[in-house]
């Protein structure tokens, strides 16, 4: 079997990988190690902070660890909104073109910068929570809010696509939920949801998403 390390933005990513994706991809034989939060600080004891993309350098830091084990794949799941400066490409990114333009082309910098043959970048387009909009009734149903349902709807529709809800300070995703739902809690709510909306829905709404996921099926593949 494959095996695949993940370098994940924080405690939401780590928990939907672990239980989404990680039964999903060992299906197709890729085996999904415990995925890797990015370290925030480190203490001189070996213990520390997680969670969060401060600063380009703790990405590579990271990532190089990570590479330094000699048979495994290695991933990422970090956030294209918020991304720190001094991220490779990102001069690049705000010039012309699609968000899907942009977004592949930061990829591509962030794997000319990492340059190493078993690295797949991965930017999470716009950010991890737009995946929740790729089934507005199953949100609304968790939080008991019937006309939730078509708020959500009709941001999703605006903007063209989940992944196409922009990077604006007040208009992310995440910052979309928090202002429609008082009690939204990211690392417990978006996980669950996003394992009832289920890979077939995420893949259906989430084109970068759909991409990348068949990038890491065909790891498994003899």
Known sequence: MT??????????????????LTPHLASYGVHVAHPV??????LPAGSGFRGGAVGWQQILGDLRRLLGDSDAWVTTMLDYYGLPKGFPGQQAA???????????????SFAQAINHQRFIPFLALHEF???????????????????????LHAIRS???????????????????LSALIADYKETSDGPTLLHRIGIAALRAACPHFDAWLKRLESLGKP
């Not at 705000?94 to 591509?108: D, I, N, P, T």
């Not at 929570?129 to 708020?151: C, H, I, M, P």
């Not at 605006?158 to 196409?164: F, H, Q, S, V």
């Open 3 to 20: 095996r695949l390390l993940m370098l994940v933005e924080g405690q939401s990513e780590e928990i939907f990988v672990k239980r989404v």
């Open 37 to 42: 939060v990015l370290w925030t600080k480190r």
């Open 94 to 108: 705000q010039g012309a073109g699609s968000a899907q333009q942009k977004v592949a082309r930061l990829e591509a």
């Open 129 to 151: 929570e737009a995946w929740l909009f790729s089934d507005s009734e199953t949100v609304a149903d968790y939080f008991g809010q019937a006309k939730l349902a078509n708020r």
């Open 158 to 176: 605006r903007a063209g696509g989940p992944e196409l809800i922009n990077d604006g300070q007040t208009t992310h995703p995440k910052a979309r």
